[in-house]
C-alpha cells in the first residue's frame, strides 16, 4: 500500500515559478530514486529531473538552470521547484519513486496521479 500524491500544478505566466510537491505514503521502508516526468499532448513521456536517495540530481537539457528537484526524506516528499516557466513546459507532470516496502529488501516502482501545469505566453 503506497501511494504518491501530487500537488502545486496550475497555470502560470511565462516567466513565472511553480512548485510541485509529491508526498508518498502506505509501507514505506526507505524512498530510493525520485523522478519528475512530464507528458504533452502528441509526445513521449519524459524524464524530467531525478533525484537519489543522497541528494544527486539529474535535469533533462531542457530545464536545466531553471528547475531544481529536490527531497525531504522525513517527509517522504519530493519538490520540484520550476522557475522561469515557458510555453514548452506546459504538460502533465507526474512523480515517480523506487520503494523499499520492507527491511529485507521488498521494492516496488510508484506513480503520481499526474498535476497539470500550463504556461500561458
Known amino acids: 500500500q503506497v501511494q504518491l500524491v501530487e500537488s502545486g500544478g496550475g497555470l502560470v505566466q511565462a516567466g513565472g515559478s511553480l512548485r510541485l510537491s509529491c508526498a508518498a505514503s502506505?509501507?514505506?521502508?526507505?524512498?530510493?530514486?525520485m523522478g519528475w516526468y512530464r507528458q504533452a499532448p502528441g509526445n513521449q513521456r519524459e524524464l524530467v529531473a531525478s533525484?537519489?536517495?543522497?541528494?544527486?540530481?539529474n535535469y533533462a537539457d531542457s530545464v536545466e538552470g531553471r528547475f531544481t528537484i529536490s527531497r525531504d526524506n522525513a517527509k517522504n516528499t519530493v519538490y520540484l521547484q520550476m522557475n522561469n516557466l515557458k510555453p514548452e513546459d506546459t504538460a502533465d507532470y507526474y512523480c515517480?519513486?523506487?520503494?523499499?516496502?520492507?527491511?529485507?529488501?521488498?521494492?516496488?516502482?510508484?506513480w503520481g496521479q499526474g498535476t497539470q501545469v500550463t504556461v500561458s505566453s
Open positions: 502506505g509501507n514505506i521502508f526507505r524512498i530510493n530514486d
Open positions: 533525484i537519489t536517495s543522497v541528494g544527486s540530481t
Open positions: 515517480n519513486a523506487q520503494i523499499t516496502r520492507t527491511r529485507w529488501g521488498a521494492q516496488g516502482e510508484y
